[in-house]
């Protein structure tokens, strides 16, 4: 149930947002119009990235768990059925299932005051922040390209790339299931040009994947471990289907440095463990994210630079 105050609450910010949306049908230009719905849009599926990052890892390892029961010949493990709807969401502490009002992007939190209605718990800032993160995303995307079919794929790149991230933060995973549609959506969007030409997101594709690969096995060659997963390999190819591979050389070595300064700050500061595995797919697409937004301005002033013009 929902309180008097709550409803309240609700119902204000409704009526608010479709006065907005009438003045912005009204009065604003078409580009404002676009990225305040997208603005609505990105906090709906920030919410629904929060769902996909938590419940993915845990189906894929249901889905594990009962292939190797069926190759070893065992019953099937007594598994709870999990899919990106089913069960209901819930209180991670008392599991108590949530009611539709407290699931509103931002409002639901706000409302709660950051805890669970029925036992309190505290529920982690991370939710709102990638609702809120994703929503601002998608509005500066729609207000920097309009209503432009390089925005809608930029839309899509964006979401794939935060649902990557945040599952290699968790689980130190990059699912297939993510980073294959990632490739062929890559190249589907610049067989029209809207990023690089064809050719380049196919060399692209093709050099990162090569790439990844060769500096895995130096790596291991060198230390006789395993410093890439396979997922950053793919990872790879598909920002370079996106990307081209002009823009390969930054994204890896952005990454690297990134990488090794955040590593070893946390180090310093004794919050993980220095011969422990960290993930290197978020650092990956932060720098990916650089590189689509300054890519080129960056070759172009290191080229100035080196040449000695600067």
Not at 193 to 200: K, R, S, T
Not at 219 to 227: E, H, M, P, V
């Amino acid at each position: 149930m929902i309180d008097r105050k709550s409803a309240l609450l609700i119902g204000s910010a409704s009526i608010a947002l479709t006065g907005l949306f009438s003045w912005l049908s009204l009065n604003a230009a078409l580009t404002a119009q676009f990225a305040t719905a997208l603005l609505v849009l990105g906090l709906l599926l920030g919410s629904f990235l929060n769902v996909l990052a938590h419940r993915l890892p845990k189906m894929m390892e249901s889905a594990w768990r009962r292939e190797c029961a069926e190759a070893a010949g065992q019953p099937m493990p007594p598994l709870e059925t999990l899919t990106l709807s089913h069960p209901r969401s819930h209180c991670p502490a008392c599991h108590a299932p949530l009611a539709g009002w407290t699931l509103i992007p931002l409002l639901g939190y706000l409302l709660l005051r950051g805890r669970c209605a029925g036992c309190a718990a505290k529920i982690s800032l991370r939710y709102p922040l990638v609702e809120l993160g994703i929503g601002l995303a998608f509005f500066g995307i729609g207000w920097r390209l309009g209503p432009h079919p390089i925005a809608i794929a930029s839309l899509v790149f964006l979401f794939l790339l935060s649902a990557l991230a945040l599952i290699d933060l968790d689980v130190r995973l990059l699912p297939d299931t993510l980073t294959q549609p990632l490739l062929w959506l890559g190249l589907a969007a610049n067989l029209f040009h809207l990023f690089i030409p064809l050719q380049d997101g196919v060399i692209g594709a093709m050099a990162g994947y090569l790439l990844m690969r060769a500096i895995a096995a130096a790596f291991r060659l060198c230390t006789g471990q395993d410093g890439l997963g396979a997922g950053d390999v793919k990872l790879m190819a598909g920002l370079g289907a996106w990307l081209g591979w002009q823009q390969l050389p930054l994204i890896i070595g952005l990454g690297a440095i990134s990488s090794a300064l955040a590593g070893g700050a946390l180090i310093a500061m004794r919050k993980i463990d220095g011969h422990a595995p960290q993930p290197f797919g978020p650092y990956l697409i932060g720098a990916a994210a650089v590189a689509l937004l300054w890519g080129n301005e960056i070759a172009a002033w290191y080229l100035k630079t080196a040449l000695g013009q600067g």
